[in-house]
């Protein structure tokens, strides 16, 4: 069975400084990997995935995530914070269940402050 | 193009009361997803559609909650009788993605956020 672990609920950072998101996962099998965003009152909006292709991954906004297997591990990072990124951000893992079909499994969300 | 559409975007209901919701995926898409996610929680899959078949309903709390998904394209979600438990956003979400396909992501709806009183 697949899991994702978001090591952090809460992360508060000032504008201008690196961003940090730490996200664990296990999978049975090679995965699929995803960090989603989600600001208040809106719906879950796709930042970057990672698809067995390149180990860092670019997303939108300036983010970008590292895959690296041997710590089962997706940190999502950004150099610099900007006080639009003040949002709750979701790890999902997805990998092939034993139905054959592919799901998506949740992080339980790092909630990302940005102060001024 | 356009997203995936659900209805109602709000709505509070009695406990003990029936609901349901509405949910249109993006044209052509075959795997439709409905999520419950509880204040403060990370979403929870409660059932995942292949076209107009279930795939998983494992989590799904079968004594009160059904879906279905009208010949592979729309899809409802009902709560019959709803608990205080239930309040939550309910999210639907779909994708192209065909049996195992790791690799594609979902796109989501912006939610019926249900509070049972």
């Known amino acids: 069975a697949q899991s994702v672990t978001q090591l952090d609920s809460h992360v508060s950072v000032s504008e201008g400084t690196p961003v940090l998101l730490r996200c664990n996962y296990s999978?049975?099998?090679?995965?699929?990997l995803f960090w989603y965003v989600q600001h208040p009152n809106k719906g879950l909006q796709l930042l970057l995935k990672?698809?067995?292709?390149?180990?860092l991954v670019k997303g939108i906004n300036g983010f970008e995530a590292e895959f690296k297997k041997s710590e089962t591990s997706f940190h999502l990072t950004k150099p610099s914070a900007h006080m639009s990124d003040a949002a709750e951000y979701f790890c999902?893992?997805?990998?092939?269940?034993?139905?054959?079909?592919?799901?998506?499994?949740f992080g339980k969300g790092t909630m990302l402050l940005v102060s001024p | 193009e356009a997203g995936v559409a659900q209805s109602p975007r709000y709505k509070i209901i009695e406990k003990r009361q029936s609901v349901a919701f509405w949910c249109n995926p993006i044209?052509?898409?075959?795997?439709l997803y409905w999520y419950q996610q509880i204040l403060g929680q990370g979403p929870k899959l409660l059932i995942q559609?292949?076209?107009?078949?279930?795939?998983?309903d494992s989590q799904l709390p079968k004594d009160r909650f059904s879906a279905e998904r009208l010949k592979g394209v729309d899809s409802t979600l009902k709560i019959q009788p709803a608990k205080l438990e239930d309040s939550a956003v309910y999210l639907c979400?779909?994708?192209?993605?065909?049996?195992?396909?790791?690799?594609?992501?979902?796109?989501f709806g912006q939610g019926t956020r249900l509070t049972v009183v």
């Open positions: 979400a779909s994708s192209p993605r065909q049996g195992g396909a790791l690799n594609t992501e979902a796109f």
């Open positions: 999978s049975s099998y090679s995965p699929s």
């Open positions: 990672y698809t067995s292709a390149a180990t």
């Open positions: 999902v893992v997805s990998d092939e269940g034993d139905s054959g079909y592919s799901t998506l499994t």
């Open positions: 044209s052509g898409h075959a795997t």
């Open positions: 559609f292949q076209n107009n078949g279930v795939v998983d």
